[in-house]
């Protein structure tokens, strides 16, 4: 399981945790710091357990479930609400998605909390084991639990220490470090990953991503990186 251990003794945690490795999921817990999750008393404790996607056993399950077959719209979305609200119901908590909102709930705050994780020179979050294909899928929040202890501390940053192929990797330079923070050209990049030269992104994944060292056995296979490729360009303005 990634980041802390489940504490035993909690046996609503430890049950949940279980059902949802078996579900497909790489759960982790942290605390949720007062008023964070929306719907409890701003006092109220409440335990997170985070349910992040576990790279190609995750997407296996995603495959075999009716969402996946049905041709609706937003299918691994509504796949990870109708897991997450079952987990919920079984085991006494709340299910909560990063597409609830607003307000969203602050996912890569628990992430934090939770995993050993820190802020990439591209944007998105980089995990220790996941490098930069890490995600969350949803949170189980358990109201009144005990709070988890905190996470050890991740130690250095590995992009410090990098001479970051990943901000060259990109064919179009839709990354870029700045002042403020690292920049991401949505739409250059959709224009190029649409183009008969983004084929390589289109079907294996972000070139950009792809360069990152840090957790290289978690990228996306090709049958995956192609569903979420497309799931990115049906989401842009006028697909």
């Known amino acids: 399981m990634s980041g802390n251990a489940v504490p035993h003794g909690a046996s609503p945690l430890d049950a949940a945790a279980e059902a949802a490795r078996d579900a497909g999921f790489a759960p982790s817990l942290c605390a949720a710091a007062p008023g964070e999750a929306s719907g409890l008393p701003p006092s109220s404790p409440a335990a997170v357990l985070l349910l992040a996607a576990d790279g190609a ?13 049905d041709g609706a719209q937003d299918p691994l979305d509504r796949w990870s609400r109708r897991l997450a609200e079952s987990l919920a119901a079984a085991h006494g908590a709340r299910a909560i998605l990063p597409f609830d909102g607003p307000p969203w709930p602050p996912f890569l705050r628990w992430a934090a909390r939770a995993e050993p994780v820190w802020p990439s020179r591209l944007g998105p979050t980089l995990h220790a084991a996941r490098g930069l294909w890490a995600s969350w899928r949803a949170a189980l929040v358990f109201p009144d639990a005990a709070p988890p202890p905190p996470r ?7 992009c410090d220490a990098c001479a970051a192929p990943c901000l060259s ?32 992104c289109r079907e294996r994944g972000c070139l950009a991503r792809r360069a990152c060292p840090v957790g ?14 497309a799931a990115f360009l049906g989401s842009r303005p006028g697909a």
């Open 57 to 69: 056993r995750t997407f296996a399950a995603f495959e075999a479930s009716p969402e996946a077959a």
């Open 216 to 229: 290289a056995a978690a990228a996306h296979a090709p049958r995956q990186a192609a569903f979420h490729m």
């Open 152 to 158: 050890p501390d991740p130690g250095p940053r590995p």
């Open 169 to 200: 990797a990109c064919p179009v330079f839709a990354f870029a470090e700045t002042p403020e923070g690292p920049r991401y050209d949505a739409e250059r990049c959709a224009a190029h990953v649409a183009s008969p030269a983004g084929a390589d």
